[in-house]
């Protein structure tokens, strides 16, 4: 009889994750451990599994969220805010293909073509979406490439640094945890999500592309299954690292995240209007999507229910 598989990743110098098959999941801490031995401070060994891949995975940004739960900002949405969020969606994106490509290239080096065509793959299906971040700059009377060519928002920038970072590398796995970090979270966006953001642009006005593709509406949800059952056929030291860098992207997600929501409306319109050097078309005063209350960060709680 087949044993079922366990796994598990130390996060922290305290913290592991564990993870079985059958998708129980649980936090271990070393400090907890009665005696001097922990369990878990041997990296693991053994094969991967889906449900237990996928446990690690989500556990890993869960943890990685938690890390700013009390401290979290709470805003009204408005339209200069989705500016700046599209700015940032420009960035993360613009140098995806490019970068994953030289992962690729080293992966193909090393003589892992395995993953040199999972990267490949990955590049192709993200080739273009900085267009669609710009085409709704454009939609909302922004002029996006000067935008964007001379702006990018403080709490994006350590991520775009992180990812280019990581597919330098001599072993680059760490941009598919990095990679992981961004869709899952992109693939909990909904309908309602959408419209949100709808419900701010001036009538006629569809300023959704690159949310709608980047949401459980476009390929993320797609995206993040294949990315799962890769990662669970991988070697065991390559889950580890790509585990780890899951969280790693995802404190420094959760970080900027929040960085940006404490930003006042007024402060956010005068950083974007000194930049252009003119007055954005819509942005006169906040909109607010029917006094509703922004929806802050889901993935902490979703993630690992």
């Known amino acids: 009889m087949t044993r079922p598989v366990m796994e598990w990743v130390k996060l922290t110098d305290d913290v592991s994750i564990i993870a079985r098959e059958s998708g129980e999941v649980w936090f271990h801490t070393a400090s907890g451990t009665k005696g001097d031995a922990d369990p878990f401070s041997a990296p693991m060994t053994g094969a ?3 449900g237990s891949a996928v446990r690690l995975l989500d556990g890993a940004i869960h943890l990685g969220f938690a890390s700013i739960q009390k401290r979290l900002a709470r805003r009204e949405p408005t339209l200069a805010a989705y500016i700046v969020a599209l700015v940032g969606a420009y960035h993360t994106s613009v140098h995806t293909p490019r970068n994953l490509c030289r992962a690729a290239d080293r992966f193909n080096e090393l003589g892992r073509p395995e993953v040199g065509a ?4 990955r590049a192709r299906e993200e080739t273009g979406h900085d267009r669609l971040a710009l085409k709704d700059l454009r939609a909302l009377g922004v002029p ?3 935008l ?3 702006f990018i928002p403080e709490g994006i920038k350590p991520l775009c640094e992180r990812f280019d970072y990581l597919c330098f590398q001599d072993y680059p796995i760490g941009c598919i945890g990095y990679s992981y970090c961004l869709e899952r979270i992109s693939a909990l966006k909904q309908q309602d999500d959408v419209d949100r953001v709808q419900a701010l642009c001036p009538d006629g006005v569809d300023a959704t592309r690159f949310l709608r593709t980047h ?4 390929s993320e949800v797609t995206h993040v299954e294949e990315t799962i059952e890769f990662v669970a056929s991988l070697p065991a030291n390559d889950r580890i690292r790509v585990v780890r860098e899951t969280y790693e992207s995802a404190l420094i997600m959760a970080e900027g995240y929040n ?3 404490l930003k006042p409306d007024a402060e956010i319109l005068e950083e974007l209007q000194q930049i252009l050097q003119e007055p954005l078309p819509f942005c006169r ?3 607010s999507s029917r006094n509703e209350k922004r929806r802050v960060h889901p993935p902490a709680s979703a993630l690992t229910s």
């Open 48 to 50: 991967g599994a889906t």
């Open 118 to 121: 999972y990267l490949e793959d």
């Open 144 to 146: 996006a490439e000067r």
């Open 148 to 150: 964007v060519a001379n």
């Open 215 to 218: 949401s459980g509406l476009g």
């Open 259 to 261: 960085h940006e929501l």
């Open 285 to 287: 005063g906040p909109y």
